[in-house]
Structures are given as structure tokens and as C-alpha cells.
């Protein structure tokens, strides 16, 4: 599948797989490490063994699950914007909700920044970690759901092209 299907009125974007597949392969090989450390023996072994065990495992298990799920990173139609690829995971945003959409310099290219109206309202539909990252990132960006170079497959100026001639009232 494509890592970006336009059509008529349909955008989606899915990250490249490159990206989960080497988190996975980090995490594996620091749960390996931690491993070792906790078959060395000896109190800082073992410590920093469960500690690198805990760190790398959550990163293999969060690989693992984007290389296994694939969900998009965005999804627009004439209704709004799916945003599953930000750090806040905003889910469903209809165009109402939704105010400029910029890109922003960033190290590797631009990052996508989807303003909303109230920021409040869409960090009150996620996680609180996730709401405290988001309320940090709204304060240096402008908005909570931000889309970095890293994780776009394509320009984030391409795709705000794309976002703005799916937006209904352009």
C-alpha cells in the first residue's frame, strides 16, 4: 500500500515502515542488554538491567504495534481530519474544529501543524500524558496536533496543500 492515497475527496497518509521497524529493533536489542546485565549479577547490573528492560521493552512492544496495526497517520475527507499520527492521537477532528493549518521548520523538513479551535476541548479526548505534551507542544507550536518530518512519508507542505483542498469552505 501506498504511503499516500489521494483521491477525490479522500487524503490518507501512513508513515513509513522503515521507522517502527528500527524502533522494534532497538528495543530488542536493549531488552537483550538488559538481560545480560541481569544475568551478570551484582546490585547495578541488576538495576540498571530492569531499568533498560523496562525503557527498551515498552519501545519493542510500541514497534511491534504500528509495524502490526498500520493504522494511517491521517485520514481527511470533506468531514474533517483523523489524526492518529500526532503525539496526542486527536482521533476525529471535524473541519469545524479545525483552524490553520501551517508548517513549520523543522531539523529533516517541515512539521504539519493542524491548528485547532480549542485546544482544550481535543487534549480533554486523549490520555492526561498525552494532554500534558500536547499543552507543551500547543505553547511552543500553536496547537497540540503536530505531525513531525520525521514520520511523514512526503513534504508537510504537500500534504497541507492536500488538507486545505479537502477543507470544505476553500
Not at 499520527?85 to 490553520?100: H, M, T
Not at 513549520?104 to 485547532?116: D, K, Q, S, T, W
Not at 505531525?147 to 486545505?164: G, H, R, T, Y
Amino acid at each position: 500500500m501506498s504511503a499516500v492515497v489521494r483521491e477525490p475527496d479522500r487524503l490518507e497518509i501512513r508513515a513509513n515502515r522503515t521507522a517502527p521497524a528500527v524502533t522494534l529493533a532497538t528495543g530488542v536489542v536493549g531488552v537483550a542488554a538488559g538481560l545480560w546485565l541481569l544475568a551478570s549479577g551484582g546490585t547495578a547490573n541488576v538495576v540498571l538491567g530492569v531499568v533498560l528492560l523496562l525503557f527498551f521493552g515498552v519501545g519493542a512492544v510500541r514497534g511491534a504495534v504500528r509495524l502490526v496495526r498500520g493504522r494511517p497517520l491521517l485520514v481527511a475527507t470533506r468531514e474533517g481530519v483523523d489524526d492518529g499520527g500526532s503525539i496526542v492521537v486527536a482521533g476525529f477532528l471535524p473541519w469545524s474544529e479545525v483552524g490553520a493549518i501551517d508548517v513549520l521548520p523543522a531539523r529533516g523538513g517541515g512539521m504539519l501543524v493542524i491548528g485547532v479551535r480549542d485546544p482544550e476541548a481535543v487534549l480533554a479526548r486523549t490520555t492526561p500524558q498525552r494532554a500534558k505534551v500536547g499543552r507543551a507542544q500547543a505553547g511552543r507550536l500553536g496547537s497540540p496536533v503536530v505531525l513531525p518530518p520525521a514520520v511523514l512519508p512526503v513534504p508537510a507542505q504537500e500534504l497541507a496543500d492536500d488538507l486545505e483542498r479537502l477543507r470544505p469552505d476553500s
